[in-house]
């Protein structure tokens, strides 16, 4: 049979991990005996050719029962079941798709927040920006072009969520260091490692890295970084010492960066000083590491052509 949609395994996924699955590798030879699926059709691949229909289908399901609150991943290729999943399956709906999880809380703050704002700059302050990340289906009134469009979106949008989950775990020196790095990638220090550098363990006054603004070093932006709970944020008693520090350093120039989110009132004072501040958070963080190539690797690409028209110019 045609190998179902992710909505369809949307139930069957959340029950195997109800019963003790803990990744979907293990998952997959039982969805393909539940649904009759054949090697063929397991084997069939998706346009980038890296992975099958069945694992893709299987791995979107997943990731939205995790947008709802009713899986959730302790660690890397770790999935347990939460008790708002077991209760889900203590009395399944008939189908458990999309319009089902709009009804968790979670799931619609996931659907809610905002693709960040991503350009090459660090010219403005981070906030809350407004464009809804869109439905995974695609619409009538979409055109080709508006639904791929769309479906990067998305796309995008769980992978931040993958790479804050990494960031959050990982060790602190080395998390400076990955600053540095995309800083690096996005030009600063002329896009040359040696001209950034992280700051010793102790004694670092409060700076943990610095870079180079331009490739011959006429002046330098200082760095903070933080790795923080999503739950936590950044408040202006932060950003006070921070600039106390670059003050001590006789800088002016200092780049905040957490795996969190800033206060309101971090974000205003950062507005006021003298001291040219950029803050970065989490969502930011991730979606900039996601343009300059940090931490990730294209997986697939795909290519729109139209009519040469000075081809046919004689045509």
């Given at each position: 049979?045609?190998?179902?949609?992710?909505?369809?395994?949307?139930?069957?996924?959340l029950?195997?991990?109800?019963?003790?699955?803990?990744?979907?590798?293990?998952?997959?030879?039982?969805?393909?005996?539940?649904?009759?699926?054949t090697?063929?059709e397991?084997?069939?691949?998706?346009?980038?050719?890296?992975?099958?229909?069945?694992?893709?289908?299987?791995h979107?399901?997943?990731?939205?029962?995790?947008k709802?609150?009713?899986?959730?991943?302790?660690?890397?290729?770790?999935h347990?079941?939460?008790?708002?999943?077991?209760?889900?399956?203590?009395s399944?709906?008939?189908?458990?798709?999309?319009?089902?999880?709009?009804?968790?809380?979670?799931?619609?703050?996931?659907?809610?927040?905002t693709?960040?704002?991503?350009?090459?700059?660090?010219?403005?302050t981070?906030?809350?920006?407004?464009?809804?990340?869109?439905?995974?289906?695609?619409?009538?009134?979409q055109?080709?072009?508006?639904a791929?469009?769309?479906?990067?979106?998305?796309?995008?949008?769980?992978?931040?969520?993958?790479?804050?989950?990494?960031?959050q775990?990982?060790?602190?020196?080395?998390?400076e260091?990955l600053?540095?790095?995309?800083?690096?990638?996005?030009?600063?220090?002329?896009?040359?490692?040696?001209?950034?550098?992280?700051?010793?363990?102790?004694g670092?006054?409060g700076?943990?890295?610095?870079?180079?603004?331009?490739?011959?070093?006429?002046?330098a932006?200082?760095?903070q970084?933080?790795?923080?709970?999503?739950?936590?944020?950044v408040?202006?008693?932060?950003?006070?010492?921070f600039?106390?520090?670059?003050?001590?350093e006789?800088?002016?120039?200092?780049?905040?960066?957490t795996?969190?989110?800033?206060?309101?009132?971090?974000?205003?004072?950062?507005?006021?000083?003298?001291?040219?501040?950029?803050?970065?958070?989490?969502?930011?963080?991730a979606?900039?590491?996601?343009?300059?190539?940090v931490?990730?690797?294209?997986?697939?690409?795909?290519?729109?052509?139209?009519?040469?028209e000075?081809?046919?110019?004689?045509?």
């Amino acid at each position: 049979m045609p190998i179902p949609s992710y909505e369809i395994f949307m139930l069957p996924v959340l029950r195997l991990f109800g019963e003790g699955a803990q990744n979907l590798k293990e998952c997959l030879p039982r969805l393909k005996a539940e649904f009759g699926i054949t090697d063929e059709e397991a084997a069939q691949l998706i346009p980038s050719g890296r992975l099958t229909v069945l694992q893709s289908r299987a791995h979107w399901a997943r990731t939205y029962l995790g947008k709802a609150g009713l899986l959730e991943s302790p660690k890397r290729n770790l999935h347990v079941i939460t008790p708002r999943g077991r209760e889900v399956l203590a009395s399944p709906p008939t189908q458990l798709d999309l319009g089902f999880l709009e009804g968790f809380e979670g799931f619609k703050e996931w659907r809610a927040r905002t693709a960040t704002d991503v350009t090459g700059e660090l010219g403005t302050t981070v906030t809350p920006a407004e464009n809804p990340i869109p439905r995974a289906k695609v619409e009538p009134t979409q055109t080709p072009e508006d639904a791929m469009a769309h479906a990067h979106q998305i796309l995008n949008a769980a992978l931040r969520d993958e790479l804050l989950g990494l960031l959050q775990v990982m060790d602190p020196l080395r998390f400076e260091q990955l600053i540095v790095d995309l800083l690096t990638a996005m030009g600063y220090g002329g896009g040359n490692l040696e001209n950034g550098c992280t700051t010793k363990v102790t004694g670092d006054g409060g700076i943990d890295g610095i870079i180079d603004e331009d490739a011959i070093g006429l002046d330098a932006v200082y760095i903070q970084a933080k790795r923080y709970d999503a739950t936590y944020k950044v408040g202006r008693p932060d950003l006070q010492r921070f600039v106390g520090s670059l003050t001590g350093e006789g800088a002016s120039k200092g780049v905040f960066v957490t795996t969190s989110d800033f206060s309101r009132e971090a974000v205003n004072y950062v507005d006021r000083v003298q001291h040219r501040i950029r803050l970065i958070n989490g969502q930011k963080l991730a979606g900039l590491m996601i343009q300059y190539g940090v931490g990730v690797r294209p997986r697939s690409r795909y290519i729109i052509s139209s009519i040469d028209e000075d081809y046919f110019a004689d045509v």
